[in-house]
């Protein structure tokens, strides 16, 4: 696994570019709470990096989604939206959201290593 991250707190698994799995992070998840519902982008749809690709909403508060790079939904996560706790319970694992064929690897650099999000998460 080769995980980047966003400062909106969404992981993504840059090991196979064609089918790149996108999810939140764990500090996301324990910051929404109890996540009871989540809207999952439709397959086959694409989004420019940046563009809100979802919703996820919990007890506390709703979430945009945002896509952390370009290209198109190649698939989604149906068990999360029929157990949407997986979210909390597995954030990084069972709890991924969709899956997207990215469009310009080039903006993987523009996004954080684990190291980097770990300092982030420092100063939130």
Same mark, same amino acid.
């Given at each position: 696994?080769?995980?980047?991250? &966003?400062?909106? @707190?969404?992981?993504?698994?840059? &090991?196979?570019?064609?089918?790149? &799995?996108?999810?939140?992070?764990? @500090? ?7 996540? $009871? ?21 919990? $007890?506390?508060?709703?979430?945009? +989604?945002?896509?952390? $790079?370009?290209?198109?939904? $190649?698939?989604?996560?149906?068990? +999360? ?20 064929? &990215? ?22």
């Amino acid at each position: 696994m080769t995980l980047k991250f &966003t400062s909106d @707190h969404e992981w993504i698994d840059v &090991t196979d570019p064609a089918a790149a &799995t996108v999810g939140i992070t764990d @500090h996301a998840q324990d910051a929404l709470g109890d996540v $009871v519902f989540v809207e999952l982008p439709a397959i086959g749809r694409t989004f420019k990096r940046g563009d809100v690709a979802g919703v996820v909403e919990s $007890v506390k508060a709703a979430a945009d +989604l945002y896509m952390p $790079v370009s290209g198109e939904v $190649v698939e989604v996560n149906e068990a +999360l939206r029929a157990d949407p706790s997986l979210a909390n319970s597995a954030p990084q694992a069972a709890g991924w959201f969709f899956k997207v064929k &990215t469009s310009d690897a080039g903006e993987f650099g523009q996004l954080m290593d684990q190291p980097a999000y770990d300092e982030l998460l420092k100063s939130a």
